[in-house]
């Protein structure tokens, strides 16, 4: 008995509970991608199971610091770090079983007392003769648990059972064959653009002005439809034409013929065409699901069945979680019954009355910064009456509610918040997130933990690095030389330092702009030995030489055999008909547009991005691109773009839109210092906005930090450098030279000169933008490439391997940064950003992501080892792999106490934000799978048959696996609340399969090697 105990509570029995956890949580967030959020909820977070897990994970957890007795003072840190998991789970759990949460919707000039559930309840109501019972059960159905509810009631003594026998998400009522129906048809108008329209027998619709009837003695009616059993007609008073679909061949029709309508057809009526879809002979009114893309809106409906004494009857209830249901009442014999199916209405001791909402939006653009409730607390039992303003990280606290500013109505009368109440649940959960920092920070510093262990074992096999000379960092940059179809550099250079306001409101110089353009247009950076300016203006001065250039990458052999081109790029007459008078790709685009997200392919989502680089270029030859002319009375203080300009003020001569077309006209002539002075008109003109613009300080360190345009070059140079460094210390492993330690002291501080020009470019990027460059995907990658080397200059003095490594995982960061699939823009923030709560967040997760990434690669180093292990080497190898794994050990701990603290960092600034700390959004299930799998990668050595260098090193190597699935693959694929955070979809190239593949040899044969000499197994436990 007492052995089964111990089991419950030792590390293999904790090992067990958190591969199952990884396990379902992953499944889960696999549910939610394809089903839905509802569908995850059913199916695993809100199941009973889920919760006896977790509730074995903190009896384990709770059993060990008994057993082990880790309360006592040596092992402080581990207590109190094993203690605020308990908490966090016990905060959870008083969160998940007492609190409530909801939405308040309140027009402007009325006031609300009650708050919609989030969750969805099915209400019950009996009656019979003098007798009511009435019950209310939370309940949650999809498609793949629709069948799951089932409620036994009893009124007087007759038992009731009703249970679910279907599920219809976003039911929308649609009429579809059915005996004993009437006829309906269902036709597809063309004017233009696509509209399907449905006619039931005896009704009338408007088609693009013309009304259609069908069996109808309307008078209006031009084209009249009629049926004859299976087949449908119709007639119409003038003359109409039918043509086969893919063939050339018409049929004419005089007026008043009876046209015989079939699939497959295409009718022309005057100015109307028509297709038809679907006749039904008999039809009726069925419940299906909306079309995908379609369903925002519509309820779901419910299909009961009800039984009673012996009777059975059947009913269709509809609502939806987040709205309250509609009451559907019927009777069976004797029994009336009333069922509902939505959210409750829950009443609050007090209300909040909205006195204005308003969105404020960034200067010219319909983004918005904010969006601001100005409410008024009502609460007659204590006597208050007070002002109170709600926005994104504002927060109103009343009486342990919280009100969150959510969302808005569309008119902008109306305002959304979130509602919650857990002040318990709160308070415990942040008393263990406190528990959990101190007791990091104890565990990285105590004497007694097994992270000073590592320290002091890994610093006897030290040999430390000493001083060298500096050598300076090569920034080489291209000669760039003026050419017929561009001005000369220096001019361009000029008109780059303007002003410009982008479409999302952003004031930015036209340097900027320019790079935007150029990297939209071309995928590239720069464009043959042009600078973005000279191609920004060269395409305003010289627009037919510039769309005979082949500014456009055509990967696609279908758009290539389409305009005739099979070379790699295309100019912009390729694209269009020889005559001139169309678009070459505007069926296809048309096709790709009208398809849903989900239902394109890789040709339509190809040509959907070459039509937006062309029209790119089409709006920077016109102009519109160029909001560069502040206009007085515009709304939202909007600049004028170019032909706005020119339109306001035609006559004028002093006019801002003369100056620029005069300023095109004399480079045009080469004319460059009247040109000039047309600049420095434009430039005083912006000036007279100042209020409205950036320090001129800004502008010129945006345009140095353009022009320099280092992350690549560090990139470069990481990779270089780190190369070089790994095939030094792979030398000083095996032979000791002094020439050797100094060439690679020598670059390690030339690494470090380039990590303190990564800061600096990190500094003026955020300096830039106004905000922590921690916002998207590129920002996020260049501040793991910064984390990563200094994980690898921190830990230098341990090995010099880690500094090689981090050099190089850092390059490939940068690459992965400047990738087509990224957006290298500074942006302006989205409202639920601006918080510095997502500034810790981000900086403590990537720190984290950087540390576990140089423990990832000196896993795979020492896998690398291990594979070339044999009797003769083993004494070397295996002090080297020793090493190797004690230093792997120091970076994944620090690694996993900054991806843990990060973790629940973002729960508060998710409870800061929207009202609650933890939701289960893919985002945040990947980035705790991540924590889980690296904590029991960390307890591996306790666990019997994984303590060994080999498993300790193949599993924080794949380890790493979580963390790109948590930024990747979750970013790109699963989607979720995180989603602003992303770029565009990428696919997996080819070669990264053959990668996995050779990895796994190479994991192979290390563990034959390693089996062979069993020396090796117990290193690093």
């Not at 040899?1001 to 034959?1008: C, F, H, M, N, T």
């Amino acid at each position: 008995m007492l052995k089964r105990i111990s089991f419950l509570f030792s590390m293999s029995f904790m090992g067990v509970l958190l591969i199952i956890l990884i396990g379902i949580l992953a499944l889960a967030t696999l549910i939610e991608s394809r089903y839905g959020t509802e569908t995850a909820w059913a199916l695993i977070y809100g199941t009973h199971l889920f919760e006896i897990l977790l509730l074995l994970i903190g009896i384990n957890v709770v059993g060990a610091v008994v057993l082990f007795r880790s309360y006592r003072r040596p092992k402080i840190s581990v207590f109190l770090f094993h203690l605020s998991f308990v908490l966090i789970l016990a905060g959870a759990g008083i969160t998940r079983f007492i609190s409530s949460e909801g939405m308040m919707h309140i027009r402007e000039g009325e006031s609300a007392s009650s708050m919609i559930s989030d969750d969805a309840w099915m209400k019950v109501d009996l009656r019979s003769g003098d007798q009511a019972v009435a019950g209310i059960r939370n309940t949650r159905l999809t498609e793949l648990t629709g069948r799951s509810y089932r409620s036994r009631m009893r009124i007087g003594k007759e038992r009731v059972v009703i249970r679910s026998t279907g599920f219809i998400p976003n039911a929308v009522e649609q009429m579809v064959p059915m005996p004993g129906g009437e006829p309906f048809v269902q036709l597809i108008a063309l004017s233009g653009r696509q509209v399907p329209v449905g006619i039931p027998s005896g009704e009338t619709r408007n088609l693009f002005g013309m009304e259609v009837s069908l069996n109808a003695q309307d008078p209006m009616a031009m084209l009249r439809l009629f049926s004859e059993g299976e087949r449908l007609y119709g007639t119409v008073p003038f003359s109409a034409t039918a043509m086969k679909m893919g063939e050339s061949a018409v049929v004419s029709y005089e007026p008043f013929d009876t046209i015989p309508f079939e699939q497959g057809m295409l009718y022309a009526f005057g100015h109307l065409r028509l297709a038809l879809q679907a006749f039904y002979p008999s039809a009726k009114p069925r419940l299906t699901r909306a079309p995908d893309g379609q369903g925002m809106g519509y309820p779901d409906a419910v299909e009961l069945e009800i039984a009673y004494r012996g009777m059975v009857a059947r009913q269709v209830v509809t609502g939806s979680s987040g709205a309250t249901g509609n009451p559907v009442t019927g009777r069976i014999g004797d029994l009336e019954y009333t069922i509902t199916y939505g959210s409750r209405e829950i009443p609050l001791p007090f209300k909040l009355a909205l006195q204005d909402f308003r969105v404020e939006r960034y200067p010219g653009s319909n983004s918005p910064s904010s969006f601001i409730s100005e409410v008024t607390l009502l609460d007659g039992e204590m006597g208050i009456e007070e002002d109170c303003r709600i926005y994104m990280n504002n927060v109103l606290k009343h009486r342990g509610y919280r009100f969150y500013q959510s969302s808005y109505d569309t008119d902008e009368m109306g305002t959304i918040l979130s509602v919650n109440k857990d002040r318990w649940g709160t308070g415990v959960t942040y008393a263990g997130y406190f528990l959990l920092m101190a007791g990091m920070v104890l565990a990285l510093f105590n004497r007694g933990t097994r992270f000073q262990s590592l320290v002091r074992n890994a610093s006897g096999a030290l040999r430390r690095t000493a001083a060298a000379s500096l050598l300076l960092l090569a920034l080489p940059g291209a000669a760039l030389t003026a050419q017929p179809i561009a001005p000369p550099k220096d001019i361009a250079s000029q008109f780059g330092t303007l002003w410009v306001q982008g479409k999302e409101g952003r004031f930015k110089p036209v340097n900027t702009l320019s790079g935007e353009v150029v990297r939209k247009i071309t995928g590239k950076s720069k464009y043959r030995d042009y600078t973005p300016d000279q191609v920004l203006l060269g395409m305003l001065l010289y627009p037919e030489e510039w769309r005979e250039e082949p500014l456009f990458k055509v990967d696609q052999p279908e758009i290539r055999n389409m305009i005739g081109y099979m070379g790699k790029r295309a100019c912009f007459y390729d694209f269009i008909e020889p005559s001139g008078s169309g678009y070459l790709l505007s069926d296809i685009v048309d096709r790709a547009y009208s398809k849903p997200v989900a239902a394109r392919d890789d040709l339509d989502k190809e040509v959907i991005k070459l039509d937006d680089r062309i029209n790119a270029m089409i709006l920077l030859q016109t102009g519109e691109l160029l909001r560069i002319f502040p206009a007085a009375e515009t709304e939202n203080n909007r600049w004028n773009a170019v032909p706005e300009a020119l339109a306001a003020e035609p006559e004028a001569h002093d006019s801002a839109g003369n100056a620029f077309m005069s300023l095109l006209l004399h480079i045009h002539e080469g004319d460059y210092s009247a040109a000039t002075e047309h600049l420095n008109r434009l430039k005083d003109y912006q000036s007279r906005h100042a209020s409205l613009l950036p320090a001129e300080g800004k502008k010129r360190m945006e345009i140095l930090y353009n022009r320099i345009n280092i992350f690549p070059r560090l990139s470069r140079f990481y990779g270089i450098f780190g190369l070089l460094l790994l095939v030094l210390q792979f030398i000083r492993t095996f032979r000791v030279s002094k020439l050797v330690d100094y060439l690679f002291r020598v670059g390690v501080i030339h690494l470090a000169v380039a990590f303190g020009l990564h800061t600096l470019a990190f500094i003026a990027r955020w300096y830039i933008s106004g905000h922590a460059p921690l916002s998207n995907g590129y920002e996020s990658m260049i501040f793991v490439s910064w984390v990563t080397l200094l994980a690898g200059l921190f830990f230098v003095r341990w090995s010099g391997f880690a500094m090689g490594l981090t050099a190089v995982l850092g390059s490939l960061s940068l690459v992965v940064a400047h990738m087509s699939w990224m957006n290298p823009e500074i942006t302006n923030l989205v409202p639920v950003l601006k918080s510095v709560w997502l500034t810790i967040h981000v900086t403590v997760v990537m720190a984290g992501y950087g540390f576990l990434g140089l423990a990832s690669l000196l896993g795979l180093t020492g896998l690398v080892f291990l594979a070339v292990l044999n009797e003769a080497n083993h004494v070397k190898i295996s002090g080297v792999v020793e090493h190797l794994t004690r230093v792997n050990q120091m970076a994944l701990i620090i690694g996993l106490y900054f991806m843990t603290a990060g973790v629940f960092l973002g729960g508060v600034w998710a409870n800061e934000s929207w009202g609650r700390y933890w939701g289960w959004d893919p985002k945040e299930t990947w980035a705790l799978i991540t924590v889980l799998v690296y904590a029991f990668v960390a307890h591996m050595r306790h666990i019997p048959g994984l303590r060994g260098a080999y498993a300790y090193n193949l599993a924080s190597f794949f380890g790493y696996g979580s963390v790109l699935m948590t930024y990747f693959g979750v970013n790109y694929f699963l989607g979720g609340i995180h989603s602003y955070a992303t770029g565009s979809p990428f696919a997996f190239p080819w070669y990264s399969y053959a990668i996995l593949a050779i990895l796994a040899g190479l994991s192979i044969v290390a563990w034959y090697r390693q089996k062979r000499v069993p020396d090796i197994k117990e290193i690093g436990s």
